[in-house]
């Protein structure tokens, strides 16, 4: 199981490469490295095909500002000797066996929409080889016929553009179901959670609450021994032994 910070840094990758890390896609290729900003303040994320990982340059920047106000001298450099603090790392292996463990239509469905996304990469690519690239107006002998040629290039580019937003949503909207601890909507303690679920109750009057106790009034017997201490913080009452009968 991946906790919070470990879900909400494979978020950060975007929902394409999440979805490669949970079906262990990261692992197969032979070169992979890269970084990308983070959401945190004064930080970075770094990976390569091995893992990911969370770096803090917030004191690396700082002496950098520093150095560039006083000028470059021997006392200034200090900057250099500073290594970012890797706040969190993940390896690819991590991810592939939580990964494992997702529904098989879960993992399906991300499988279905990396492939859905490949395919309309592809199918753009061959369509933009196929009519040389970018319609330049030296390629044509008229202002007419490089008109057409353009007007036709936006209108596929756009068509690819939008097939290619529809398969984000849904690579998002899987991400978030893959990794549930990336959405910051649940409650903050049990006892919210509860209030939310718990129906409201009607107000009763007066007259129906004194008629319903005199009804349930019991006859007077020895009390009801209290629960042991150990028994847990959640332990329901004993109803009277009178009620009931």
């Known amino acids: 199981m991946l906790n919070r910070d470990q879900q909400q840094l494979l978020g950060s990758l975007g929902a394409g490469m999440a979805a490669d890390a949970l079906l262990d896609r990261l692992r197969e290729r032979g070169t992979l490295e890269g970084g990308r900003s983070a959401t945190q303040a004064g930080c970075w994320i770094n990976y390569n095909r091995k893992a990911v990982w969370l770096e803090d340059h917030s004191e690396f920047s700082a002496a950098l500002r520093a150095a560039g106000d006083a000028g470059a001298t021997d006392a200034t450099q200090a900057w250099r000797q500073i290594k970012p603090k890797v706040v969190l790392k ?106 939310q679920q718990q129906p409201a ?15 349930l009034r019991a006859a007077p017997t020895a009390p009801t021994p209290t629960a042991a201490s150990d028994q847990g913080l959640f332990t329901l009452p004993r109803p009277a032994p009178g009620l009931g009968r």
């Not at 991590?94 to 490949?118: F, I, K, V, W």
């Not at 309309?120 to 002998?141: I, K, M, T, V, Y």
């Not at 109750?201 to 009804?215: D, K, L």
């Open 201 to 215: 109750t009607p107000a009763r009057s007066a007259e129906s609450v004194a008629m319903q106790a005199s009804a």
């Open 90 to 195: 993940v390896t690819w292996a991590q991810p592939a066996a939580y990964g494992a463990t997702l529904p098989h239509e879960l993992r399906t469905e991300l499988d279905t929409l990396r492939r859905t996304e490949s395919d309309e990469n592809r199918g753009w690519r061959e369509l933009s080889d196929a009519r040389g690239g970018w319609p330049w107006r030296h390629r044509f002998a008229t202002d007419k016929e490089h008109k057409v040629a353009e007007t036709e290039w936006d209108a596929a580019y756009s068509r690819h553009l939008t097939a290619l937003r529809e398969v984000w949503d849904r690579q998002k909207a899987a991400i978030a179901r893959a990794l549930p601890l990336t959405v910051d909507d649940e409650p903050e303690d049990l006892l919210e959670l509860l209030d």
